[in-house]
């Protein structure tokens, strides 16, 4: 196919019909003298002829040539908008403690590889479109990890792969009812809160203490579904305590239609000896859809996450989902199943772990040298709260910008303001996309700017 | 971490004390015991009491030990569904004509799996999160591409990359009225019309003739948003001429909330000097949402698609998309993009382009030698329309169907039930997944099964 020169013929005949250049009915040159006209090939005129006949620009008059045909133009040209705009430059800030970083140093690159070029190597079935809930080998492997480091309760076949939690929580979404409310934490995940506004769904957002979203207040709301974050809070970091699970759990059991999603958000990393198992295996009664996802734990371009469905709810997927494509390209599924097979998940979830702690320690140290820095939330994940007190939020988090330094604050999460956080402000600290170097000088300086308040 | 060794003593100790087996305020044996008893290590009993204190289910009195806690148990504990129903087996067609198929032997594997290790092997950066409209040198390719093969008028940052048409699709929807109707072509895509109605949408059906949707009957809907296949539309084939599509464009210019979706379906095989451009190049207004995939030119388990979005709806896409990520590994769109960047797409596009031709025309060629069938929508694609006059749908599947070969039928992609079909009927013939040899085989026993009704 000679790629632009059809389509240059193409588009002058034909935008000169639409503008009336060429009027309806007069002739166009023939073949022999537009290739002669442009030294181009036969094949070329014939293609753009052809594509101008098929659509109805020109129609052929046996031995007499083509003409232009009468074609009504779309109404109401508006004035076109300027170029796109290109995206707008990143905020000037040498340093942000974005909770969402990581650490991409500790990936396991060449075992990654390696596995992938086996994976290309071996099987051309892999080429075909697989299970829409994904590949049985990957299934497998979450599910073993899911039973044995989490104390999920499930079998693979409960397991749905998907192209990143944001993806996975969408398709939760077409398993409820249409009109099902939600309750969400607050302060919680903003873009669980956005994607649900987006698809039209009420929200109730439920106040969290210390133990995690509070079980009353959710009572007090028309939802049946909550989405919470029991191993670590996000973003308090707190850990839900077994008795609060089992009222959660009984609020659940109060209706048929009602169901948890309990994103297992960080609970690769913990930092104390308390490994907390996930409360789907707590829930007798098939109530909990767990998530979560690789995206975190191996890197975040990597999209793969995942759910695990109660059987009523796996029911309906499968109406759902036979004539649907899973969203994760099968090498990389493949490559994943084989890198956990070969025990080399768990083996990156020691490194790792181990490199955040050392980070999470030395930040940490750093900041306690100030009193009145309250550091919360620490026992588990990429991210720790400090809080000060008697200075607001914003205060400190101005304090840190003057400096280069991007915080965020708890009223950054929550859905309602909240007069507390101007009192005592509190800051979510993620440490894990910087180095040990420049923690070491980004705790310093917060530690200066916040008690020089 | 002992993977399941201090779940196994943390599994036991919790569903003892939620049982009641111990009972609240009841003495458990002490970590030494329990080291002993089980001959484990210390750090395996410390992680499980560690997570059974951490959730509530013991707590420690200071030089006495450890103590069951009070819990109050999730009510009503629903008698369990038994296991997991395992996946149905595949039904026993030994051969299906389904339009999805592709022939993947001529996936371009070493080519592929070279760029994929170089890609492997180069920058770290691509463990990052990228952007989640997808990596700038894919969206240049693939703009260029559209540009130059399908005379599409866009720029790099109105490509949208994400994981498959199913995405994309439900991408949109976000970022049109939530209340918007839409338009889908009857006959048409079922998965359209299933998404659709699972997001809560109103559809309009409209029927389709010989050129495509009626624009006509469209205007009756009140719909907003229509969905169309202008290039080869599916099922039926048919290509959609210019002055159908000048009316359609007046039809989204009479309302600034109108759009039209563009699936440009295969157009990336046509088997005639037609090569038809992509309707969004004649639109002057910003009205056309422009969608195409590499899954069926590519392979079906390689999950890109793009979306080229009207500067409207690109401004609303950043504001919703800052804080996604996107659903397509980097590693992925990187190797695409080089991939395209050497020629060998285009390169792949035409050698798989000959191979379909070759298996349509045999296909044909059997089919023809039987009066009565006629052949229909095969300008394009990986599929055409048989019809058999005076022959019901039923009828034609039912004589395939004892031959072990599964049809699909018009009737299969209908909204609402047509008498035609029951009158003549038509089917679509998917011949792409098929080899040569058993295209010639299966046309000959198509040809006698329909002939002898």
Not at 300 to 317: D, H, M, T, W
Not at 376 to 404: D, I, M
């Amino acid at each position: 196919m000679k790629k632009s020169l059809y389509m240059d013929i193409y588009g002058r005949i034909s935008s000169d019909i639409l503008s009336g250049n060429i009027a309806p009915g007069e002739k166009i040159p023939s073949k022999r003298q537009m290739q002669a006209l442009l030294s181009v090939s036969q094949t070329t005129v014939e293609t753009a002829y052809g594509a101008l006949a098929a659509e109805g620009y020109i129609y052929s008059r046996a031995g007499s040539g083509y003409y232009a045909c009468e074609i009504e133009k779309p109404a109401c040209r508006a004035p076109l908008p300027d170029e796109i705009t290109p995206d707008e430059p990143e905020p000037p800030f040498g340093i942000s403690l974005s909770a969402d970083d990581t650490d991409t140093s500790v990936f396991p690159y060449s075992a990654w590889a390696k596995i992938t070029r086996e994976t290309l190597c071996g099987d051309a079935r892999l080429l075909k479109r697989g299970d829409p809930a994904g590949d049985m080998e990957l299934r497998r492997e979450i599910c073993s990890y899911l039973r044995e480091i989490r104390g999920v309760s499930c079998v693979p076949g409960q397991i749905t792969v998907g192209a990143g939690m944001e993806y996975v929580t969408g398709m939760i979404l077409q398993l409820l009812p249409i009109d099902a409310a939600f309750a969400l934490e607050d302060p919680g995940y903003k873009s669980v809160y956005k994607r649900l506004s987006l698809a039209g769904k009420s929200i109730c957002p439920v106040p969290v203490d210390e133990n995690g979203l509070l079980v009353g207040s959710l009572s007090k709301t028309p939802a049946d579904i909550v989405y919470v974050t029991p191993s670590h809070q996000f973003p308090t970091g707190v850990t839900m305590p077994v008795s609060r699970r089992a009222s959660l759990l009984r609020w659940a059991n109060e209706k048929e239609e009602r169901y948890i999603i309990e994103d297992d958000y960080d609970s690769e990393f913990r930092y104390s000896a308390k490994t907390v198992p996930a409360m789907q295996g707590m829930d007798e009664n098939r109530k909990v859809i767990y998530i979560g996802t690789f995206s975190r734990a191996l890197a975040p371009s990597i999209r793969i996450a995942y759910a695990v469905l109660p059987p009523a709810l796996l029911k309906k997927y499968k109406e759902l989902s036979g004539d649907l494509s899973s969203t994760v390209s099968r090498f990389e599924q493949q490559t994943l199943a084989a890198f956990m097979n070969r025990g080399l998940y768990t083996r990156h979830l020691r490194r790792a772990g181990n490199l955040y702690r050392q980070k999470q320690t030395l930040f940490r140290s750093v900041l306690s040298k100030t009193p009145g820095l309250r550091v919360s939330g620490a026992e588990a994940g990429l991210h720790f709260l400090v809080t000060v007190e008697g200075k607001s939020e914003s205060e400190l988090k101005r304090a840190a910008e003057k400096e280069g330094i991007r915080v965020f604050g708890l009223s950054d999460f929550r859905c309602r303001k909240s007069a507390e956080d101007e009192k005592s402000g509190t800051l979510i600290i993620g440490f894990a996309g910087l180095s040990l170097e420049k923690i070491e000088s980004c705790a310093e300086t917060l530690r200066r700017v916040w008690s020089e308040l």
